[in-house]
């Protein structure tokens, strides 16, 4: 496909199952980024990958969450022990370099709701 | 840390009617994206700035950069039902290296347009 696909596209956890999300970026894309939505609230930065290099990961919220991208492709966002709070729309994105003024093209999330 | 916030949270207007949002940095930035997120959808990108004090122009669509960096507009002309849709500012904040690669975005600005 020409896009970002996700999936699952929703996934109903228990509190404290571990979840896997999968990210496929666009092909070629250097640069790999995943996002948390809340409800009602703008994308909050998680993580950035170039290639298979995580360059930052400021943006995850405990040491329960854990990316990877081991060949520079398709990307993992794993959360382990999952809580209510971990609620949300994860959006991934790719973009084309990895200089910085590059657009962000967008998945269409993983729906994750913790029960 | 970084703050991007946006005015008015909501806005809803008679189709043909103009619509402005207003996004603030709490920190000079280096650029200056757009996003357009309809209900239910992922975001779009629409536009980046770059230089202080520049305008952009697309169809009805009108995007300025503030001259200190910390600020940026959209100003849409005669609103149509296609307009519909959440709008996000998207700021990358200047470091020490220069630019990051982490965007951070803003509140956003629901838009309703009535037919």
């Known amino acids: 496909g020409a896009g970002v696909s996700q999936s699952p596209r929703y996934k109903v956890a228990k509190r404290g199952q571990d979840v896997a999300l999968r990210c496929d970026p666009i092909s070629g894309h250097v640069s790999l980024f995943w996002y948390q939505q809340a409800l009602g609230q703008g994308p909050e930065f998680l993580t950035y990958f170039q290639n298979e290099a995580q360059l930052d990961k400021s943006g995850l919220p405990s040491d329960r969450f854990f990316a990877e991208r081991p060949e520079g492709s398709v990307s993992t966002l794993k959360i382990q022990r999952t809580q209510q709070e971990d609620s949300a729309v994860y959006l991934c994105?790719?973009?084309?370099?990895?200089?910085?003024?590059?657009?962000?093209?967008f998945g269409p999330g993983t729906r994750l709701t913790v029960t | 840390g970084q703050q991007v916030m946006q005015i008015p949270q909501y806005q809803h207007v008679q189709e043909g009617e103009d619509f402005t949002t207003y996004c603030n940095s709490s920190?000079?930035?280096?650029?200056i994206q757009w996003y357009k997120q309809r209900p239910g959808g992922h975001p779009v990108f629409l536009i980046q700035?770059?230089?202080?004090?520049e305008v952009k122009k697309q169809k009805r669509l009108t995007f300025q950069f503030g001259e200190a960096k910390k600020n940026s507009s959209l100003h849409i002309t005669a609103t149509q039902t296609t307009d519909v849709g959440t709008y996000f500012c998207?700021?990358?904040?200047?470091?020490?290296?220069?630019?990051?690669?982490?965007?951070?975005f803003g509140t956003g600005t629901l838009l309703a347009v009535q037919p």
């Open positions: 994105a790719s973009s084309v370099s990895g200089i910085n003024s590059y657009e962000q093209y």
């Open positions: 920190t000079t930035l280096s650029n």
């Open positions: 700035l770059v230089k202080s004090g």
């Open positions: 998207a700021g990358r904040s200047m470091n020490y290296g220069g630019a990051t690669n982490k965007l951070i």
